[in-house]
């Protein structure tokens, strides 16, 4: 239960980022150009990115060598003090460009704290599943964030029903941050709670008895650097179109083909639920028949169905719901068992923080640029603009399908050593 309720507080953070960016940039930023503020809103989304690397890099450090759980609760004090920090920011009109520049902080204790959130959780999860359920299980984690992006986009939805646009923009878009600040709080307290892996307490029992330290861990990344390249080539089409499908898409109805806020959001919960719908359908064939097949036809499926899914969207609040359920079913396939993949890709000495670092590259470089620049090509070049985005995705869709094909398969490998 604290992994799940620790993995949705952290991406309830993120997605309520992504999803009140409208009014947070008429709030934080100058109100002279309404189309700059947006895009400077979501560059800073994407500047949050950027810390993930070193936040991996120091959760990681700290998940390999004073153990999972002690980084799982690092992690989520982190974020939560970001969300806080957001909450009560101040307005641009009271102090002027200070206000960007504190979300600009806040964003980047996020960044951090997500870097070491995700690689931490999807470790102790797949050391803590039984080996021939490993993929079953591994969907909890985008299960759990998923559920996360759901309640703050519901939540979302309820706020723009209930109160009108001047109470939105005064205060509404701070509530979400609030309550997030307040559930990282709870989450902290049972994540105190967990008990250690079996395979972390062994090496740690192991290594004291040979009263050694062994390898450093830097030498043991750079000896397992295709292992990393293998995370990245997995991880750069699913954080794209994931990002994407999953939360920008809604924000991008809004502010560029000008649906409803209120339709565009519920639109965005319903086909989110599509989605945790299919996770565990997807994790428990690949226990049956392999990780490497199901990684394929995620992969070519939303390279093949992205320019027509996009095309389809038309500010219609039923084409965007059937547009995002689609492209969902065939991301959950990937979904649902990369964090079983990367596991099994690692040694237990350097399992979490060699995930976390290249993982974390990946995602700042292209996970945390796709919404920006998806609304940039639509702004900056139109209809055009949006298919060079499609093409992009695609791209970089096809790259993990070749990194997957080339992978050896690894359902029910023991992930002792």
Known sequence: MGIGAGNAVEWFDWAIYATFASFISGQLFSKADATSAFLATMA???VGFVARPFGGLVFGLIGDKVGRKAAMTFAVALASVGSLIIAITPTYESIGAAASLILLVARLLQGLAHG?????????????????KRGLYSTLIYFSGTAGIVVGTLLGAILTMTLSKEQMAGFGWRIPFAIGALMGLYTLIMRSRLKETKQFEEQKAAKAELGTRGPSVFSQIVSNWRKALQVIGLTVGLTVVYYIWSISTPAYAISTLKMDPAAALWTGVAANIVFMIALPFWGKLSDRI?????LIISCVGA???QIPMASFVRGEAWQLFISMSVMLIFIAASASIVPAVYAELFPTAIRTVGVAIPYAICVAAFGGTAAFLQAGFAAWFGPAGAMAFSIYAMVLLLTSAVTAYKLPESAGKDLNG
Request: neutral net charge.
């Open 303 to 305: 390279a093949a169905l």
């Open 290 to 294: 392999g990780r490497r097949p199901v």
């Open 116 to 132: 070491g959130e995700m690689p931490s959780a999807q470790t102790y999860l797949a050391e803590m599943a039984p080996a021939p």
């Open 44 to 46: 800073i989304f994407a």
